[in-house]
């Protein structure tokens, strides 16, 4: 179990308070949910087992607790989505409400659909963030990897962050799922932006 704590939170708090923060790393250490704490700077404090699991089983065990542990969340989220997020967690921090929504985290052959969950944590303002798995099938349709259609003029592929369907050069509202592009291996560039349905249906961005 890996927590990253400054030492000047270890000095001034009080013993309920890790006590609290105790028993939620320990709930977290035996749940199947992907979960990881920040602290409020949006800083990775502790990742959970089935971090690691789901890291590993998706070819990325440079992603483990142990690499992340101390990085900026916001490092890592794609551009197009920072500010979703952004406001997600202030609105967490002024209501102390839960945050929730779906989103998508396939891989080329696995189509899965996550809940997440942004919990605040007091008196440290820090975050409790769980992602469960909702839905885990094949795809039901892709598309063939083909260069005319999906690599533009710069030998770029535009991905949908959040659904991860490539666009068509000819037809820009047209997006396909193409398993091939999300392979590491894959020799093409990949940039990111949002669909139109995704865009419209789960963030709503100008």
Known sequence: MILMVPSESLSGAKSKVHGHLARIMQALQRSTAVSYILDSEFRIMYCNPAWNRFA?????????????????????????????????????????????????????????????????????????VTNSLVVEQSHARTATADPNTYVDANGLVTACAHCRCSRRVDHPDQWDFVPEYLRRESAVKVSHGLCPICRAYFYRVN
């Open 56 to 128: 590993r089983s998706n070819g990325a065990p440079q992603l483990t607790s142990e690499a992340v542990v101390g990085s900026d969340l916001f490092d890592v989220i794609p551009e197009d989505l920072r500010g979703v997020y952004s406001d997600s967690f202030r609105k967490v921090l002024s209501t102390g409400e839960v945050w929730e929504s779906s989103y998508q985290c396939s891989s080329p052959t696995v189509f899965r659909l996550f809940r997440m969950r942004i919990h605040l944590l007091k008196p440290q303002d820090w975050f409790v």
